[in-house]
């Protein structure tokens, strides 16, 4: 490499780490030598290098909505045994794994037992949200309730309600499980009226859509908050015993067995 060369690479990268491009910075010569060798004109050198930057760009952007969404676990559709759920639709699944219904702002409602895979469609949907570069946040309905009472109390729920209307994508998991109250319960619906028609939703329940008022109270106010999230909706049923207690079955049968035979 000439003298003239080195400047010319000194002052590229001086340049590139002031525009902030890190992946064109660590990448320019050696793509630079590759065209080289390939004798591809400056053009070309120039694509290569910005799709290299964009790429990682678009990577670090959708880890960062990754972390901002904070799921509890990492699932995927892959890893999802439909042969296990044999009620839930898995064309529509794949479908709404493409994310439109997010650009419709339709909402998807989980209907089933515990512990029958409810929680992992819905992380799996928010992940490849993520990936499409939508904004999505998970919260466990207890969660978000007791998040929304403290800010009330500290005068900061505006600031709360403004961060969740920026999203595409609002996950409520486990609604159901603990009853809300009178107050809880209003701000849950305060949040849901914000979001229709505005961004999409999705709830996961244990509980059928008439024994809702079981945890929001009111009658009145349950028929508005179904009203609300059924409107240009999926619904999706899972059925069956709970993944978890078959497992612990399992576990008991195999320990059983063992005996059995150690027995004999």
Known sequence: MTKKETKSVVLLQHHLKS???PTMLSECEKVAGRCAT????????LLQLCELELIERERRAAERRLKAAKFPTHK???EFDFKAQPSINKVLVAELMRGEYIDKRENILLVGNSGTGKTHLTTALGIAACGQGKKVRFFQVTELITQLMEAREDRDLSRLKNQLSKLDLLILDELGYVPASKLGSELLFDVIS????????IVTTNLPFENWTEVLGSERLTGATLDRLTHRCHILETAGESYRLQDAKRRRTKRSSGKTDSSK
Request: avoid cysteine; charge should be negative; glycine fraction near 0%.
């Open 76 to 78: 995927t559709l892959d």
């Open 194 to 201: 914000t979001a229709y028609e505005r961004l999409s939703v």
């Open 38 to 45: 390939d004798n591809v004109d400056h053009l070309s050198y």
């Open 19 to 21: 525009l902030k491009l």
